[in-house]
Structures are given as C-alpha cells and as structure tokens.
C-alpha cells in the first residue's frame, strides 16, 4: 500500500519567507511525528498527533514554528520568517498507534534557507 | 528524559566482515527499542524492534539485536554485511514518558561503510 509522502521533495527559500511542508500519513494511522534531521545530528523531535487529543508541542523550537492536522489525516508544518538556522531535513512519520509503535517515515523534505 | 548515545558515528569494515553497531540508552522501567536503518536521500526504515519477550531480536537483511536490561545497551550485530549495507543507522527509544505517548528519542546515527 502507499506509504508517508511528503512535498516538497526539496525546497529554496529566502530567509524570512513562511514556508509550509506537508505530509500525508498512512491512512488509518492515527499517529503523526514530524522531526527535523540535522546534518550529524539524528532526529529532532518536533512535534506529535495522537488521534483528536491535543498536540505534544514540546520539541518545537520557537514559536516560527507551528503545525497542524486536519481531520486526522494531512498534516502541515509552517516555519514563519525563516532562518538561515532553519535549512535542515524535515522528516514526517506515522503510526498506526494501536500498540503497535513502530514509526513509518516519509521520504522527507530538504529545506534551504538562503 | 530517555537519552540513547551510539557510540561509534562511523564504522568502516571490509565486505563480508561481522559488524555491531552500538547503543546505550539510559535506565528506565519500561522501554521499547528499534533499530532503523536510512539510505541516502531516503527516509527511515524500520530494521527490527524489542517490545518483550526475547531478548535476542531478528529484523530484516539479516540483522539481528540483543536488549542487555542491566547493561542498557541494545547492539545490532549483522554476521556478514554487504555493500548495499551501507547506510545510517539510528537506534530508538520509547518508553512511558510524556503522558504515555510513547514518543521515541532517537541515537545521533551510526554510518556503516562497507567497502569491497
């Protein structure tokens, strides 16, 4: 079946601009991660959907940042007046979140800031 | 908070050679630990997974793993790599934290090269 995808597959942007990523989950996975993966810096926790309960947004860096899911399904993460700081790869997974707890990961999306 | 160190952020070894990748985690009553494996410009793939049962964990292209409570490790062990091993390799780690959201802390990654 269709796996994680996400778009942009890469993406230039200028700093200040806003930019948005989006990620369409396994359907049916009531679970959604978004991370942000820095050159030898493994996987930064960002932000976590779990069904309708409220976001676990204890891993967003600033309040650039914000996220959001709608109807349970795509989610897509917003960077304000973005940062030079900001250039990193922005990994989405999801999880069918039934005690099954494995994550599946999308291709991801290369951001640049210039 | 769950910490995971791997140790080694590279480990170059020769086709066919046995490799283990390693990785610690700090102590916690409940944890539930992977191993995923990245290829480049790719995402994460799940390699294998200890939830419970037995310790020994066989994954996927014949890696297998070991959970070690006392130790706090969880080291990939893989036989006989091949080339189209070489990849990253992240260990993960969830336990009860956050409100039981099982959300993992992942290893900074190890990059596995194997050469001819």
């Known amino acids: 079946g269709a796996g994680v995808s996400q778009s942009p597959s890469n993406k230039v942007t200028e700093k200040g601009k806003d930019v948005e990523l989006r990620c369409d989950p396994i359907?049916?996975?009531?679970?959604l991660y978004w991370y942000r993966q820095s050159l030898g810096q493994g996987l930064e926790f960002l932000i976590y959907?779990?069904?309708?309960?409220?976001?676990?947004k204890s891993g967003l860096p600033s309040d650039r940042f914000s996220a959001e899911r709608t109807g349970g399904s795509v989610s897509t993460l917003t960077i304000q007046r973005t940062q030079q700081e900001d250039s990193a790869v922005y990994l989405c997974?999801?999880?069918?979140?039934?005690?099954?707890?494995?994550?599946?990961f999308g291709p991801g999306t290369r951001l640049t800031v210039t | 908070a769950q910490s995971v160190t791997q140790l080694d952020s590279q480990v170059p070894v020769f086709e066919e050679a046995p490799v283990e990748l390693r990785c610690n985690y700090s102590?916690?009553?409940?944890?539930?630990l992977f191993w995923y494996v990245q290829y480049p410009n790719q995402g994460l793939q799940l390699l294998l997974k200890?939830?419970?049962?037995?310790?020994l964990v066989k994954g996927i292209n014949g890696f297998e793993a070991e959970f070690n409570k006392s130790q706090t490790s969880f080291h990939l062990r893989k036989p006989s790599v091949h080339i189209s091993d070489t990849a990253e390799y992240f260990c993960?780690?969830?336990?009860?934290?956050?409100?039981?959201?099982?959300?993992?802390?992942f290893g900074r990654g190890t990059s596995l090269i194997v050469h001819p």
């Open positions: 959907f779990q069904g309708n309960s409220a976001p676990d």
């Open positions: 102590s916690s009553v409940s944890v539930y």
């Open positions: 993960a780690v969830s336990d009860r934290g956050r409100g039981g959201s099982y959300i993992p802390t």
């Open positions: 359907s049916g996975h009531t679970a």
């Open positions: 997974a999801s999880s069918p979140g039934r005690g099954v707890y494995e994550q599946y």
């Open positions: 200890y939830l419970s049962g037995s310790t």
